[in-house]
Every structure is written in C-alpha cells, then in structure tokens.
C-alpha cells in the first residue's frame, strides 16, 4: 500500500509540477449532444470510440454545464458565472456588438501565460463583432473555425432574420468559416463536410507541433447542433430508426465519433497520446425538437432541469493511474471549474483574472476527494417573461422573486423558479413503448427536487420542505446582488455580411 501510495504521488507531481514533462491538454466540446446520446448511457446510438476512451477513463457523472451555448463556453473560458459576465440572457446572436468582455481572461491567456501552445477549432461563438473579440485576441495562437452559434456543413453558410422596432425585417446572411481570424476560408471548404474537416485540422496541429512543447488543443464540434445534416453513409447506420430528425441527428453522433477517433489515432501515432490529458464535454442538453434527447432527464436545451444541464463528461489519460482506469466519479463538478482546473495542470498562475466561480476540481478527480464545490448557481436571467405565473405564491416575502427565471443546486437539493422552459420529458422515438410526459401545472413557479434520489425530477418536494426553499431563495438573492447588468444589446444592421463581400465577421 505504501509502495502504490507513493507511486500515485509522484505521478501526479510528474503531472502537475514538472516542467519539462507538463501534460498536453486536448479538450473536445460537443454541441448539444443529450444525455441519451451517448453509447454508454444506453440508446441506440452507436459511438464506440467515445464510449472506448470513457469506459478506460473517469466519466464525470454529476458534471454540470449551462442550458445553452454561449453560456457554457463563456463560463469554460472564462471561470466565471453569467451574471458576472452579463451574459446571462439567452446566446449571442450574429448582428450583436455583444461578446465575452474583453477584460475577462481566458483559460487559453493562463495557459499560455504558462508556456503552453494554444490551438483552437471549430465553434466560437463568444462574440465576433470587433477584432478584439476574436479568438486569436483572447489566448489562441491559431483558430480555425466559425463564429456564429452554427453554420450549414456543406456551404458554411448562416442566415438570420431580425426583426427591428419598426416591425421591417432584414433578411442577413453570408459564409463563417476562418483561419487565423484573417483569412477567410468557405470557398476552399465548399461541400467537405464541417466535421471531418475539423477534425482533420486539429490532426494538422498535432502533426505539426513539437511534442516538447506543452500544447493545449481545444476543438468545439459544431455536431450535433442543427442543421441536421450528415453523409449518407453515416444515416444508412439508423435506417430503422423512422423519426428522420432522430435518425440524421444519431448519425451525425456517430459522424463526430468516428472523427474523434481519427484524433486520437494522430494522437497516439506522433507520440503525443503518451503525455495527454483528453477531456470530452458537451455544451448543454438534448435539444428534443430537432432528434435529441436527454431521456430520462426531465427538460432539454434552454431548461433549467437536469435534461438542460447534466452534461456528458469525461476525462482520459495514459498518464492516470492504473487504478483510475475505468472508474465513476460523481462529485459535483461544473464547467466554470475547467478554468482553475486546468491551470493547475499547467502548473500556471490564477493571478490577475477577476474572483472566480469555478473550483480547482484536480485533487477530486484524481484522488476522488470531496468536491470543493458545494453548491452551482445555474442561472439568474430577469430577461425571460414568467407567463402563466400565479399572481402570488407563498414565498411572496422573500428578497428573491420566484417569478425570475433562476436555479441552483446546493448538495443533493435543486431549487428552479419562474418560467423553467421545458417543463416535460421528451422520450426518444427510437424506443417503443416510451412516451412523451407533460405534467399539467398552470400557475406554477417554484420547484424543490431532491436530485440525489430523485435525478428524473419526478416528485417536486417545495411543499414539504419549505425552511429548504427559503434557505435555497435566500441564496438566489445573494446572488442576484452580484450580479452585473444584463448586455442582450439590439441587431445591428451594418452587421450584414452583404457590406463585406458575402461573409460574416467583426464590423466594428
């Protein structure tokens, strides 16, 4: 025992606090990939690479990221919770001057800092509307990729309708695709399609980085966010499956798994695999009106229930411990906590980035102690109308008002107020005699769920714990009042790609 004690400790000093030997960081962020919608956690879909590279790793089962894009990766980057960012509403949308904010730094600036080379491809989507808000200016030596929430995977192309004040409407829409934020690449990717072209980008940067040098690779898969689009080859897997959302939608899964695969094989043929820490995570939950699903979580993308925010997760490293091979860790992980996470690998520096929100998860993950974390603040958003509240409610004396759209997980308690979107389960059509449940509660605003026995969130406990719902308002309102003004800023019409010759990009 002494022997294996120490052998684990000076692995994880190699780890984290030798210089010459600091681990390479891959991080692969999928889009909107539910729940359900991984080999491993059963289903019909078909990914054995990620369920390989899972099954040999620790999944990350009580992994929490935000019910949609731009807050996840702004919270990944960032650290920091949304209502510390401003970005607390909804996702940035193509015509907004709208963007992480420019004095908030960036995992990719600490690592760095640290003497990694950093690399990113694929989705963005921070904000794209000055120059300063692009990748290569918050960290990234290199990134190939699209701004905007998604693009065509053929054409790289991406509409948006807006309607103005006026009640006219503008009908926008051009090409996203970038190397360097510079150089404007559609044309040369015209009909490859998005995910294979990613991931052979990212073999690209493995094959053509010094193995000396600590790199820190971080690719965001467009897949499987809509358009729902994949090769035929991929589809003709699922011709049993008759939904046709749900069918492309699996097929693009299975699409993105064989590309990751690709990865890992370059990985593993320049040497790089042997001193790699790879990192796998989606962004938010199913999104079940185009083919996901985040069954038998209750909710999907947009929702403050679990289906919305328990994310897919997991960590793999030939680096790790035999012992870790394999293993389950269900500590209260979230997405802000990859930030001082992965420094700490680095052997970097926290100094100079505003207070954080996200914990240094090292020790939990490696050596399965206590999560430091103890509670998440999902989201406080004064943005998103309560229609269908009840006019009063029992709680009408506290600071918080339930009628705001908010949620926090606080140890095995849940508490969601206001409009929760998504207030159903959504069963995946693949599956005979499953069905859709929607629970008939008009008027409701407040929900108390014990996730630790009761994950589905089937059996809402507000009533008979009401000293729980107070304490768990009195913590919302905490942090309401740190939080900063809401930025969800009017389209812009000279956003329009037509004034720069077709494609979308800073404009300001």
């Known amino acids: 025992m002494i022997i294996t004690l120490a052998l684990f400790l000076f692995l994880q000093t190699a780890i984290v606090d030798s210089r010459p030997r600091r681990p390479h960081i891959v991080f692969i962020l999928a889009d909107e990939l539910g729940w359900h919608d991984i080999g491993y956690h059963g289903g019909r879909v078909q990914t054995p690479v990620l369920d390989r590279l899972a099954m040999q790793g620790i999944k990350l089962e009580n992994y929490y990221v935000q019910p949609m894009c731009t807050p996840t990766r702004s919270q990944l980057m960032s650290g920091r919770y949304q209502i510390h960012t401003g970005l607390q509403h909804s996702v940035i949308f193509p015509d907004q001057r709208l963007c992480l904010p420019t ?3 960036t995992v990719a600036d600490k690592l760095k800092e640290a003497g990694y080379s950093t690399h990113m491809v694929g989705k963005w989507h921070l904000g794209h509307y000055t120059e300063a808000c692009l990748p290569t200016q918050r960290g990234f030596d290199s990134f190939f990729g699209f701004y905007n929430c998604a693009v065509d995977y053929y054409t790289y192309d991406k509409g948006k309708y807006y ?14 695709l970038w190397r360097n ?144 091979w394999g293993t389950v860790n269900r500590q209260l992980i979230h997405v802000s906590d990859w930030f001082p996470t992965l420094v700490r690998i680095a052997g970097g520096q926290l100094r100079g980035t505003k207070p954080l ?97 009761d994950p589905n969130e089937e059996n809402d406990l507000s009533e008979d714990f009401p000293g729980i719902v107070d304490a768990l308002l009195d913590r919302l309102a905490q942090y309401n009042e740190t939080a900063v003004p809401v930025m969800y800023p009017d389209g812009d019409p000279n956003a329009d790609p037509d004034r720069r010759g077709g494609s979308w990009g800073p404009w300001v």
């Open 181 to 324: 934020d510079r150089e404007f690449e559609a044309p040369k990717y015209q009909g490859k399609y998005q995910s294979m072209v990613f991931a052979e980008e990212a073999q690209g940067v493995l094959r053509n980085h010094d193995p000396d040098v600590p790199l820190f690779l971080y690719l965001a898969f467009g897949a499987v966010h809509i358009p729902l689009q994949v090769p035929k080859k991929y589809e003709d897997i699922y011709r049993d499956v008759k939904d046709d959302s749900r069918r492309i939608l699996l097929a693009m899964a299975t699409c993105m798994d064989e590309a990751i695969g690709n990865i890992t094989r370059t990985l593993k043929d320049t040497g790089i695999w042997n001193n790699t820490i790879f990192i796998f995570s989606t962004d938010n939950g199913a999104a079940t009106a185009f083919g996901g699903s985040s069954w038998p979580l209750k909710g999907g993308k947009t929702s403050l229930f679990e289906g919305g925010i328990r994310a897919v997760g997991f960590i793999n490293s030939p680096l790790f411990p035999s012992r870790l």
């Open 163 to 176: 309607v103005f004040k006026n009640k006219t409407r503008l009908h926008m829409r051009g090409k996203d």
């Open 357 to 453: 929100d996200g914990y240094d998860q090292w020790d939990t993950i490696i050596q399965g102690t206590p999560s430091p974390r103890r509670e998440i603040l999902i989201n406080i958003d004064p943005m998103i109308p309560c229609e269908g509240c009840a006019q009063q409610s029992p709680w009408d004396h506290k600071e918080f008002d339930v009628r705001v759209h908010a949620g926090i997980i606080a140890g095995d308690w849940k508490l969601v107020t206001g409009n929760p979107n998504h207030n159903y389960w959504v069963a995946p059509p693949e599956t005979p005699g499953l069905k859709n449940i929607y629970p008939h509660e008009p008027g409701k605003m407040l929900w108390l769920y014990n996730i630790a026995s």
């Open 103 to 105: 004095d908030e730094v």
